[in-house]
């Protein structure tokens, strides 16, 4: 099935000998996920084409990069595009990379994450505030590798406090990506 929102004439991929998907969602998702450069912007980058084909930049073709997102997601890396494959990629997901980038500020390997509830917003009942911070990371369990522990005394990865507007020991950040 095709997204309806797409308003640019696509090339198609068949896959499974079943179904086809746009080859744009195939190489934007990978190369925002996971550092891929189609063919033709690594010849860009290079004085010497003749070492920048597909077989022998095996880094960077297509089939690595698929290998590398199944192997993220606990599926079989056979680098092919399955209904499996395609089904996590189209799940919701936050917009950072799977995989550090050259450069970037490494990452948690950590897939089992604490967190602890430190005071509660007047505005709501202490058990209003722990069934929307469980369904919360919930979603977010649902759709990642991550699983979320409560804890209720000691260091927490995540710590959760409630403050007024203007309070200037709270600091909010919002992290936003079209779609994502």
């Given at each position: 099935?095709?997204?309806?929102?797409?308003?640019?004439?696509?090339?198609?991929?068949?896959?499974?000998?079943?179904?086809?998907?746009?080859?744009i969602?195939?190489?934007?998702?990978?190369?925002?996920?996971?550092?891929?450069?189609?063919?033709?912007?690594?010849?860009?980058?290079t004085?010497?084409?003749?070492?920048?084909?597909?077989?022998?930049?095996?880094?960077?073709?297509?089939?690595?990069?698929?290998?590398?997102?199944?192997?993220?997601?606990?599926?079989?890396?056979?680098?092919?595009?399955?209904?499996?494959?395609?089904?996590?990629?189209?799940?919701?997901?936050?917009?950072?990379?799977?995989v550090?980038?050259?450069?970037?500020?490494?990452?948690?390997?950590?897939?089992?994450?604490?967190?602890?509830?430190?005071?509660?917003?007047?505005?709501?009942?202490?058990?209003?505030?722990?069934?929307?911070?469980?369904?919360?990371?919930?979603?977010?369990a649902?759709?990642t590798?991550?699983?979320?522990?409560?804890?209720?005394?000691?260091?927490?990865?995540?710590r959760?406090?409630?403050?007024?507007?203007?309070?200037?020991?709270?600091?909010?950040?919002?992290?936003?990506?079209?779609?994502?």
């Open positions: 099935k095709l997204d309806n929102n797409l308003h640019c004439p696509i090339m198609m991929l068949w896959f499974s000998g079943k179904s086809t998907i746009p080859v969602f195939l190489q934007e998702y990978l190369r925002h996920f996971y550092g891929y450069q189609p063919k033709a912007e690594r010849q860009k980058r004085t010497d084409i003749s070492k920048d084909d597909d077989s022998t930049t095996r880094s960077c073709d297509k089939k690595t990069k698929v290998q590398e997102m199944q192997r993220y997601f606990g599926l079989l890396p056979s680098g092919e595009l399955t209904e499996e494959t395609l089904a996590v990629m189209k799940k919701p997901r936050c917009g950072l990379s799977d550090e980038q050259v450069g970037e500020t490494v990452r948690w390997k950590k897939k089992s994450i604490s967190y602890r509830i430190e005071n509660y917003t007047p505005d709501m009942s202490v058990a209003e505030v722990d069934d929307s911070i469980d369904k919360a990371l919930q979603v977010w649902n759709v590798p991550l699983r979320f522990t409560r804890i209720y005394s000691g260091i927490a990865d995540i959760i406090s409630f403050g007024r507007q203007g309070d200037t020991k709270f600091f909010f950040w919002f992290y936003s990506i079209k779609n994502i």
